[in-house]
């Protein structure tokens, strides 16, 4: 596939400071009128920054107690194209924290310490007026009012703050290894019959996670070099730069055990590489 180097210089990066108070669950809630008191865009003065404010109509919360790790399972958090529609499928808090501010896990600081795995199944959407406006929004706009609704609905229903601060590390770059990539073109890679029953007519995720009872995996239909990065980052809890210059959409699965040599025992047999 690809491989990493690791550079020894700074950077710096803001952490999310998060604390959450009891959960709230109840299914489904209206958290208000999606789309209330927006500005059309065009009307803006050409300097202002675009100002989110639509919220879920409904939505409903709950968590997923029945997983089968032996068996296998899916994650995944993602809005539909261009709407307000959007679907967590054994989405861990840390996973909704980072779609709703735009962070990774090591950018998160203060996340709750409930036993793993917690996970949330979320099914939440505005109305068909606040879809028009988004389609109609550019993709940095529908950006901000995505992780806008999704900030309200942590507020409500996890009771979530937040406060940012600056902070340095070290950074990962991504390249290709030697004999060049050996991605899976897009489509390349048919859709399980799990993935099917999962999200039936919903769209399928360019990039899941999914427990396979020896480790762990990652399956992509679809999915671009930065959205692979992305992934890199909230898994080794720093900063990946993509440096492969590889601009397609690729499938595959990525198995692995642990992230590093370090985070396996001694006597451990099991074949499967670490990330």
């Not at 596939?1 to 020894?8: E, F, Q, V």
């Not at 998060?18 to 050409?46: C, E, H, I, R, W």
């Not at 109305?127 to 940095?140: H, I, P, R, V």
């Not at 210059?245 to 670490?274: C, I």
Request: aromatic share 10%; net charge negative.
């Amino acid at each position: 596939m690809t491989g990493y180097a690791l550079s020894g210089s700074n950077f710096d990066v803001k952490l999310l400071f998060v604390a959450t108070g009891l959960m709230a669950l109840a299914v489904p809630s209206l958290l208000g009128q999606a789309g209330a008191a927006a500005a059309p865009a065009a009307a803006l003065p050409a300097s202002a920054p675009y100002v989110p404010t639509m919220t879920f109509d409904v939505a409903s919360v709950r968590e997923n107690k029945n997983v089968d790790f032996a068996a296998g399972f899916t994650m995944g958090t993602e809005f539909a194209p261009h709407s307000t529609t959007f679907r967590a499928t054994n989405g861990l808090i840390e996973n909704l924290i980072g779609a709703a501010y735009g962070v990774d896990w090591y950018q998160i600081v203060g996340a709750p310490k409930w036993p793993f795995p917690t996970f949330f199944m979320i099914a939440a959407k505005g109305g068909s007026e606040a879809d028009a406006k988004m389609a109609a929004l550019t993709g940095d706009q529908q950006w901000a009012e995505q992780q806008h609704m999704l900030q309200a609905l942590l507020a409500e229903r996890f009771n979530l703050k937040t406060h940012w601060e600056t902070r340095e590390g070290d950074v990962y770059n991504l390249v290709v290894a030697k004999g060049g990539p050996k991605l899976g073109a897009q489509g390349s890679m048919a859709l399980s019959a799990e993935e099917k029953k999962d999200y039936e007519d919903q769209p399928i995720p360019p990039l899941m996670q999914r427990g396979e009872g020896q480790g762990m995996g990652f399956v992509a239909h679809g999915c671009s070099i930065d959205q692979l990065v992305r992934m890199l980052r909230a898994v080794f809890g720093r900063p990946v730069l993509d440096r492969t210059g590889l601009t397609g959409k690729y499938d595959f699965v990525l198995k692995h055990q642990g992230r590093w040599d370090r985070d396996r025992e001694a006597d451990d047999m099991n074949p499967t590489p670490p990330l």
